[in-house]
């Protein structure tokens, strides 16, 4: 039921990605999602492709891996591309009752698709190169530059760490809830909707209970090692712009000439 | 209701890195009405291995035969009669209770075996006094105000309560003191008695597993290192600390006293046996 879902999965292997700067690979990803909403031709997509290609091969991830996380969001995707498809008023290609298909209708949905697999594909590359902690460290330096909120920068990256490092917890927690209560013969894969989500309490309450019970402890084991906010905090592991880092970012400002240069050029196929 | 397991093997997460292999090549039979000790380092996979005898979990390979008939190659109907029959009682089972009274959880698992009103009521007392639980005192109080042993002991109640044929237990007596361990050891073996229920009981512990059981599994690495009566197995001490595990403190103090005193039998694991086999020799002398 779970198995599908990457958010938060650090994937261990040793690579140029994996070392890199948690700020820079924010940073990058977050220019990288803006790119791509300037791209808006073929040659663009294809250089994004690319782009991505280039960014899998070097964090050493299967490729099959990076993509696990278009099964969380084929639904949306599958809405995006139908309401685009009929929705995008435009040269009429096909009708039946007030159904139609245009030309530009397939052509937004087919980028839609595209730019939403993109996405979902690069910011999960993000999470699969980035250990939880390391991810919320050069979150919490983003967030400490941002008026009004950089006063609660610490607390709110603690509180991102923390609910990264629950979710494998809380579906473990679920599977095996969801095996106790099968093993006294519940059923989750039969009977009518309204039964299923009956079934659904059986799991749902004793999660509750858990995650209550989880975060009370968590919070007396922090007391009891004296944490008390971000004040006067200090690391043990400093961030430093390394080498590696520079070269990122040296391929960064290509990427977005590049990709913003595709903008310029003629558009073919449609 | 015999069980047999045939060249079970299970693979976590295959094709990934996190790719593990829990099982084995498991092959054993479990005969009917006999009191089975599992025990192993963490890791072993014992977990994975319960959780093949009911088919929650699948295996890579091999087969598990209860009652003649194959739990994995069977209809989905038979696949859920089947796990009626074969309860099993989770680590840290009270994690799983959810109804609003105690009654109404323990009734849960008999309602789906679509029993009666008044046959529902009567397991419902007689799995709830089987783990020393006075049916009036508790049947209508919120599971969630009890303490953590009498939790466990209505989650144990609800596994009880649908009567199962094997009886599966994954460390019941964790995180408890030892007043509560000994009452609910001692519950689990009047049960066994009582009934002639099958049971697997996990354990950490070589005297629990020791006093208890007929036979004793000791599983390493996903694989069977031993599946014999508990004074076969636990005469190994040397193999036996070598896969991370000892043998009841006893019957260390009984190997010493035998490089001594030759003719003492050093195959025991209680107290009592001790006793009786120390005085035994003093007299002999």
Redesign the interface.
């Known amino acids: 039921m779970f198995e599908n879902i990457t958010i938060g999965q650090y994937y261990p292997v040793n690579s140029f990605v994996h070392n890199l700067d948690p700020r820079i690979k924010i940073l990058f990803t977050f220019v990288y999602i803006i790119m791509l909403f300037f791209v808006d031709n073929v040659w663009g997509y294809m250089a994004a492709l690319i782009i991505l290609m280039i960014m899998i091969a070097v964090s050493k991830i299967p490729l099959g891996y990076t993509l696990r996380g278009i099964r969380a969001i084929l639904v949306i995707i599958l809405i995006t591309v139908c309401l685009n498809i009929f929705m995008t008023p435009g040269t009429v290609i096909w009708s039946w009752g007030f159904l139609h298909i245009t030309i530009e209708g397939i052509r937004t949905a087919v980028m839609m698709a595209v730019r939403l697999v993109f996405l979902v594909v690069g910011t999960s590359l993000l999470t699969l190169t980035t250990a939880p902690i390391d991810l919320t460290d050069g979150l919490e330096f983003y967030l400490s530059h941002i008026p009004f909120i950089k006063k609660y920068s610490h607390e709110l990256s603690m509180m991102m760490s923390i609910a990264l490092r629950f979710i494998p917890t809380l579906m473990d927690e679920t599977q095996k809830i969801m095996k106790a209560q099968k093993a006294r013969g519940a059923q989750f894969e039969t009977g009518s909707l309204i039964e299923r989500a009956k079934a659904m309490v059986m799991i749902l309450v004793p999660l509750f209970v858990s995650a209550c019970r989880r975060a009370d402890e968590l919070a007396t084991a922090m007391e009891a090692r004296c944490y008390r906010g971000g004040t006067g905090r200090t690391r043990m592991k400093q961030l430093v712009i390394q080498r590696n880092d520079k070269l990122t970012c040296v391929f960064m400002v290509v990427m977005v000439i590049v990709l913003y240069g595709t903008r310029f050029l003629p558009d073919i196929f449609f | 209701m015999p069980i047999e397991i045939k060249d079970l093997s299970h693979t976590y997460g295959k094709d ?2 996190f790719e593990y292999s829990a099982l084995k090549d498991i092959s054993l039979d479990i005969d009917d009405g006999e009191f089975v000790g599992l025990i192993g380092h963490t890791g072993s996979g014992k977990s994975t291995f319960i ?1 093949h005898l ?1 088919g ?1 979990l699948n295996p890579t390979s091999g087969t598990v035969v209860v009652d003649g008939q194959d739990i994995f190659n069977a209809s989905k109907e038979d696949k ?1 009669k089947n ?2 029959k074969v ?2 009682v ?1 680590q840290y ?1 009270e ?4 109804e609003e009274t105690v009654f109404k959880d323990v009734a ?2 008999p ?3 679509n029993l009666s009103e008044e046959e529902i009521e009567a397991r419902v007392k007689d799995a709830l006094e089987s783990v020393g639980l006075d049916y009036q005192t508790y049947k209508d109080k919120s599971p ?1 105000e009890l303490s953590g042993g009498q939790m466990r002991r209505v989650a144990i109640a ?2 009880l309560a ?1 009567r199962p044929q094997v009886l599966i237990l994954d460390e019941p007596t964790a995180g408890l003191d030892p007043q509560g361990r000994n009452e609910i050891l001692r519950q689990i073996k009047d049960y066994h008695e009582k009934n002639g229920t099958t049971i697997v009981l996990v354990s950490h512990s070589m005297e629990d597993v020791g006093r208890l059981a007929d036979k004793v599994l000791v599983l390493n690495k996903g694989e069977v290192a031993f599946f014999d009566k508990p004074e076969n197995v636990f005469v190994q001490t040397e193999e036996l600390e070598k896969i991370g595990l000892a043998a009841p403190q006893i019957t260390y103090l009984m190997k010493e006293l035998k490089k001594k005193y030759p003719d003492i039998n050093e195959k025991i694991f209680t107290i009592e046996e001790a006793k009786e086999e120390i005085l035994r020799h003093v007299k002999n002398v």
């Open positions: 990934t890195p959780q009911n929650l859920y796990r009626l309860g099993l989770f089972p994690s799983q209770l959810f849960f698992g309602k789906n075996l969630f609800g596994v649908m």
